[in-house]
T-cell receptor, first 117, second 109 residues
Framework: GAVVSQHPSRVICKSGTSVKIECRSLDFQATTMFWYRQFPKQSLMLMATSNEGSKATYEQGVEKDKFLINHASLTLSTLTVTSAHPEDSSFYIC?????????????FGPGTRLLVL | QKEVEQDPGPLSVPEGAIVSLNCTYSNSAFQYFMWYRQYSRKGPELLMYTYSSGNKEDGRFTAQVDKSSKYISLFIRDSQPSDSATYLCAMGNTDKLIFGTGTRLQVFP
């Protein structure tokens, strides 16, 4: 149980285009999902916290107009990187909290590697 | 000072060794303590979760939390080459987790 999927697993795009990444909780309902970014050999940096049916809460320094987050259902959250630039190239990972387990643990997706040319 | 400090390693040990991974933290409000394992180019995988001081054991893994010293550890017994990965400590309260930088572990045959 507690499986989180992400799609796509990797994407290459041209500078200036937008990229959408999907995060799904497959076997549980996730009222809260998180989006992280991880640069090579660095730890995960929280970008935003997404609650179903409400606006995402962004961490300081993360541009909400550039990283659009939608959490339309209890099993799906999307991150759209708008007008992507090479410096946005990174490993994007989502996670979800399984409230049904009564724990505050986060289960992570496999990540999406974004390369902006 | 970072909220969570973790030695990045790399830590290289022979197969069968006992591995000790550690993190220190500064925020006494943290309630939850976790260890994640991350293989290269993969998402983190939850290994251990605890919310109280003391030890928690799961197979070859033991998580230890000392809230008075603000120090957590992960012990791996009988380490295997398949344990080679980056180990991230994470802690927080309610929903938000703060991660350590991760320790790269290499177990050689």
């Amino acid at each position: 149980g507690a499986v989180v999927s992400q799609h796509p697993s990797r994407v290459i795009c041209k500078s200036g285009t937008s990229v959408k990444i999907e995060c799904r909780s497959l076997d549980f309902q996730a009222t809260t999902m998180f989006w992280y970014r991880q640069f090579p050999k660095q730890s995960l940096m929280l970008m935003a916290t997404s609650n179903e049916g409400s606006k995402a809460t962004y961490e300081q320094g993360v541009e909400k107009d550039k990283f659009l987050i939608n959490h339309a259902s209890l099993t799906l959250s999307t991150l759209t990187v708008t007008s992507a630039h090479p410096e946005d190239s990174s490993f994007y990972i989502c996670s979800a909290t399984d409230r049904g387990r009564g724990q505050e643990t986060q289960y992570f997706g496999p990540g999406t590697r974004l390369l902006v040319l | 000072q970072k909220e969570v400090e973790q030695d990045p390693g790399p830590l290289s040990v022979p197969e069968g060794a006992i591995v000790s991974l550690n993190c220190t933290y500064s925020n006494s409000a943290f309630q939850y303590f976790m260890w994640y394992r991350q293989y290269s180019r993969k998402g983190p995988e939850l290994l251990m979760y605890t919310y109280s001081s003391g030890n928690k054991e799961d197979g070859r893994f033991t998580a230890q939390v000392d809230k008075s010293s603000k120090y957590i550890s992960l012990f791996i017994r009988d380490s295997q080459p398949s344990d080679s990965a980056t180990y991230l400590c994470a802690m927080g309260n309610t929903d938000k987790l703060i991660f350590g930088t991760g320790t790269r572990l290499q177990v050689f045959p």
